[in-house]
């Protein structure tokens, strides 16, 4: 079945640092790829959408100049985390479709900001 | 603005037990509600699917139904099994392959 891979699975570093985690389909064309962010105890929250080669569609509440997407291939998406806080501590999610099939998600990246 | 609901927020039950988790949401306008595990840490898998003009899913121990007009969904596991100890998330489908998740159920089966 189709597989979608993140990586990697868990960053942990200081306050400032910029972290970009990508999210690759394996074996299907994504057009589109989403962005989660979990914290604890709580529901995945959409954070972006990413279309390939344009611009990414952002939520209500989601700092687009803090969290840089490119979606610049049909098999890759990354997020970057530019100058990370510990408030931005989450875990983070990706899925992908081909619009014909239903978002298959990848294994989600722990990020620790200390 | 869709909202989903999930009840109970957590469920510990003894191993062989047949169980029954609840959402609710506020717009009947879905594509389709999946039913979707996940594992400490982990990602999502999904489990079942339904799509908006169908009223179950089944797929071994497990069967999901859909009521749009109450705004509804169950997900029944049938003789639960201490491997199903997972959080149980719901998601409905709207428009532009919109996900919207409910905050989920955290199970615990017992040996």
């Known amino acids: 079945g189709a597989v979608v891979s993140q990586h990697p699975s868990r960053v942990i570093c200081k306050s400032g640092t910029s972290v970009k985690i990508e999210c690759r389909s394996l074996?299907?064309?994504?057009?589109?790829m989403f962005w989660y962010r979990q914290f604890p105890k709580q529901s995945l929250m959409l954070m972006a959408t990413?279309?390939?080669?344009?611009?990414?569609?952002?939520e209500q509440g989601v700092e687009k100049d803090k969290f840089l997407i490119n979606h610049a291939s049909l098999t890759l998406s990354t997020l970057t985390v530019t100058s990370a806080h510990p408030e931005d501590s989450s875990f983070y999610i990706c899925?992908?479709?081909?619009?014909?099939?239903?978002?298959?998600f990848g294994d989600g990246t722990r990020l620790s900001i200390l | 603005k869709q909202e989903v609901t999930q009840i109970p927020a957590a469920l510990s039950v003894p191993e062989g037990e047949n169980l029954v988790l609840n959402c609710s949401f506020t717009?009947?306008?879905?594509?389709?509600l999946q039913w979707f595990r996940q594992d400490p840490g982990k990602g999502l898998t999904s489990l079942l699917l339904?799509?908006?003009?169908?009223r179950e899913q089944t797929s071994g121990r497990l069967n999901a139904s859909l009521d749009k007009s109450s705004g509804r969904s169950t997900l029944y596991i049938a003789a639960s099994q201490p491997g199903d100890s997972a959080t149980y998330l719901c998601?409905?489908?709207?428009?532009?392959?919109?996900?919207?998740f409910g905050e989920g159920t955290q199970l615990t089966v017992n040996p």
């Open positions: 074996d299907f064309q994504a057009t589109t």
């Open positions: 717009d009947s306008a879905i594509y389709n």
């Open positions: 990413s279309n390939e080669g344009s611009k990414a569609t952002y």
């Open positions: 339904i799509q908006s003009s169908q």
């Open positions: 998601a409905l489908e709207t428009s532009g392959s919109r996900l919207t």
């Open positions: 899925s992908a479709t081909d619009s014909y099939q239903p978002q298959h």
